[in-house]
Nanobody, 124 residues
Framework: QVQLVESGGGLVQAGGSLRISCVGS????????MGWFRQAPGKEREFVAA????????NYAHSVKGRFTISRDNAKMTMYLQMRSLKPEDTAVYYC?????????????????WGEGTQVTVSS
């Protein structure tokens, strides 16, 4: 059974930083591309960032480029999202997801597995 478990969310002031993590199990982790998505209240789930299976390629939403960094450690079956210069509009539930193969577009419907999410709240 595949499981993706996010952690590290919380409350942070605008301009602050936060790192969230996603641990995978039950899948051949190093063969999956991984991504972060987020969903704010009343809004659709949106793509945030993605990383290929061996970390050779990354992709970011325009709204987070230059502020967020995605990374992964296949030995630990863990993916990270380092978030800096956080803004109130970054407030959302952040979800990790897995798919094969890595792609040029990242609609939520293209993902194979999802985590339950972790709440990130940025206060102004």
């Amino acid at each position: 059974q595949v499981q993706l478990v996010e952690s590290g969310g919380g409350l942070v002031q605008a301009g602050g930083s936060l790192r969230i993590s996603c641990v995978g199990s039950g899948l051949t982790y190093s063969t999956y591309a991984m991504g972060w998505f987020r969903q704010a209240p009343g809004k659709e789930r949106e793509f945030v960032a993605a990383i290929s299976s061996l970390s050779l390629s990354t992709n970011y939403a325009h709204s987070v480029k230059g502020r967020f960094t995605i990374s992964r450690d296949n030995a630990k079956m863990t993916m990270y999202l380092q978030m800096r210069s956080l803004k109130p509009e970054d407030t959302a539930v952040y979800y990790c997801a897995a798919r094969r193969p890595y792609g040029t577009s990242w609609p939520p419907g293209a993902m194979d597995y999802w985590g339950e999410g972790t709440q990130v709240t940025v206060s102004s």
